[in-house]
């Protein structure tokens, strides 16, 4: 065939068609990949969500430090 690619239509057709849902299904996957990442940072941003409830923190943080305090002295 001298080297020429002959490609009949329909198969121009298909490889395009594969080609343009790839790409939608890139756009899909980088839209769910950057809604993941923004839930992500909203779920463990520590500064906001003391702030919003800062009683239990400061018990829990003073309960911890009872029991560490408690914990070096049980070893001595």
Do not use: C, Y
């Amino acid at each position: 065939m001298n080297g020429v690619d002959v490609t009949s239509a329909p198969e121009v057709d298909e490889r395009q068609a594969l080609r343009q849902s790839i790409e939608d299904d890139k756009a899909e996957l980088l839209d769910a990949v950057d809604e993941l990442k923004a839930a992500v940072q909203h779920q463990f941003q520590l500064r906001e969500r003391i702030s919003a409830h800062p009683v239990p923190w400061l018990v829990g943080g003073f309960l911890l430090g009872l029991w560490l305090s408690s914990r070096g002295r049980s070893s001595d």
